[in-house]
């Protein structure tokens, strides 16, 4: 069957690349009871004038994106700048109070016996105060540069300070108590 076909598409290739004659397409249409429909080219619905807002707006719109995509940029440079003063001064702060407390703690144990329940009831105080530092760090962390946070950070230490100086005095004096008794036993 293919053969006759091909024989058949050899034999009147010239017809096939003929085109239709004028009106072909209406007569077709009108064979088969449908309107003719004339197809004229589409009218632009939108006038100059709305072309020419169109632009404008989309102009206008451009540039006030790249203003405040600018106005962005320099905000979080302030942004940064001030963060890096915040974090030089809380680093300074955090040394401080560091060195503080350690030289307190090292003078506390210094006075204090291994088996001091009261100084150990103390010290476990002052753990869960450095645990609360340690989440106020990390709440920093999340809350970049808040000033409540670096404020609660810093009572933080103070109240570390408080609670060792506190205990120191009360050890200083209850080592002055036993000289004072240990003096009157000898004497």
């Known amino acids: ?46 006038p100059v004038f709305m072309k020419i807002a169109a632009i404008f707006v989309l102009v206008f719109g451009i540039g006030w994106l790249f203003f405040n995509l600018g106005k962005m940029q320099g905000s979080q440079e302030f942004a940064s700048n001030t963060t890096t003063e915040v974090s030089n001064e809380l680093a300074e702060a955090e040394f401080f109070f560091t060195e503080q407390v350690n030289l307190k703690k090292k003078e506390v144990l210094a006075y204090s016996s291994s088996d001091n329940v009261a100084t150990k009831q103390i010290m476990l105080e002052l753990e869960k105060l450095e645990l609360q530092y340690i989440d106020l760090k990390e709440e920093l962390a999340i809350n970049n540069n808040n000033e409540q946070v670096i404020n609660a950070m810093i009572e933080n230490y103070r109240m570390r300070l408080t609670v060792l100086e506190k205990l120191l005095q009360q050890l200083k004096k209850s080592n002055k108590i036993k000289q004072k008794h240990h003096e009157n036993i000898q004497a």
């Open 1 to 46: 069957m293919s053969d006759k076909l091909k024989k058949y598409i050899a034999e009147n290739d010239a017809e096939f690349d003929a085109l239709p004659s004028m009106g072909h397409f209406e007569r077709f249409k009108q064979k088969q009871g449908l309107k003719t429909i004339v197809m004229e080219p589409k009218r632009t619905v939108i």
